[in-house]
């Protein structure tokens, strides 16, 4: 392939997921839905808001390849009593811009997320993650517990227990030389084929072909860290994650935070969860009952 197609190549891929991306927004998130871009010291990162404005702000960290998108069936539900705000990760596919200042160590995202919540002038605010995106909460929550209001960790990973031999096995292929068809097979195993959504799952695919940096990643939280944090935590395990051991997660963080609660949502694997339709209104009940619930 000659460096000219391999950059016509290139930006088709680009056009692809963006125009996926677009789909998922106009078909799938309500009417409604605000777009706006967060300047900060790495970039223009690109937030998706929905929810009566003044009203409680809560903040969605995607899972790694996600997108903000993702949290369709979050931002509806969740929208009615909060200012619901879904961001892209920097140097993930999405609509966020990376800056010439890269993000690459765990201070730098947490700097990273103090300037996006400056930019949506929030205070402070509910902060919920999934997978590698409730690792990014959790940490910012340590570097910053003034700023959370209450914290909610989805299926988190590298958090309280390491990935599964297994899973990571599975994955490699798709990290490796990444494409839809890989993709979808990875998907597709460890949600044990469920039905998710045609139109996230496009755009799940095309994101595949989506130049993207490598996530910034590190140490799980030291004992003596998560000891000292007292903002009320809510951890939804899937009962089928494939990813780590849900009993050794539940367990290690019931013997470290001092202030969490923790459920498991039954049959959900670590990527039917926000998708798959029974689970996502499991989970949407879930953080709702917490968010509402007094400290």
């Excluded at 000659?2 to 309500?30: H, I, M, Q, R």
Aim: net charge neutral; aromatic share 6%.
């Amino acid at each position: 392939m000659t460096p000219t197609s391999s950059g016509s190549s290139a930006v088709a891929a680009t056009e692809s997921f963006l125009a996926a991306y677009d789909e998922v927004l106009a078909v799938k998130w309500p009417a409604g839905t605000t777009h706006s871009e967060a300047l900060t010291p790495y970039g223009t990162t690109r937030v998706n808001s929905y929810g009566p404005e003044g009203a409680p702000p809560l903040m969605l960290l995607a899972g790694g390849g996600s997108t903000s998108t993702v949290w369709y069936a979050q931002a509806a539900h969740l929208g009615r009593s909060h200012r619901v705000h879904a961001v892209d990760l920097m140097g993930d596919p999405g609509r966020s811009v990376v800056g010439e200042r890269r993000i690459r160590t765990v201070p730098d995202l947490t700097a990273w997320l103090d300037a996006v919540l400056d930019a949506l002038n929030v205070a402070s605010a509910a902060l919920c993650g999934h997978s590698y995106g409730a690792w990014i909460a959790l940490h910012y929550a340590l570097h910053a517990p003034g700023r959370v209001r209450k914290l909610i960790l989805v299926d988190p990973t590298q958090c309280f227990a390491g990935y599964r031999p297994g899973y990571l096995l599975h994955a490699l292929p798709m990290l490796l030389r990444p494409n839809a068809r890989r993709t979808r097979a990875f998907m597709n195993w460890e949600t044990s084929d469920a039905p998710l959504d045609p139109v996230w799952l496009h755009l799940r695919d095309t994101a595949a072909g989506f130049p993207s940096a490598r996530p910034v990643t590190g140490p799980r939280p030291t004992p003596e860290a998560l000891g000292a944090l007292d903002v009320p935590t809510l951890m939804l395990l899937a009962e089928n994650s494939r990813a780590h051991n849900v009993a050794a997660v539940a367990a290690t963080a019931a013997r470290l935070l001092p202030n969490a609660r923790t459920a498991t949502i039954p049959g959900a694997t670590h990527h039917t969860l926000p998708l798959h339709a029974p689970d996502a209104a499991e989970l949407n009940c879930r953080i709702e009952e917490f968010l509402a619930a007094g400290c």
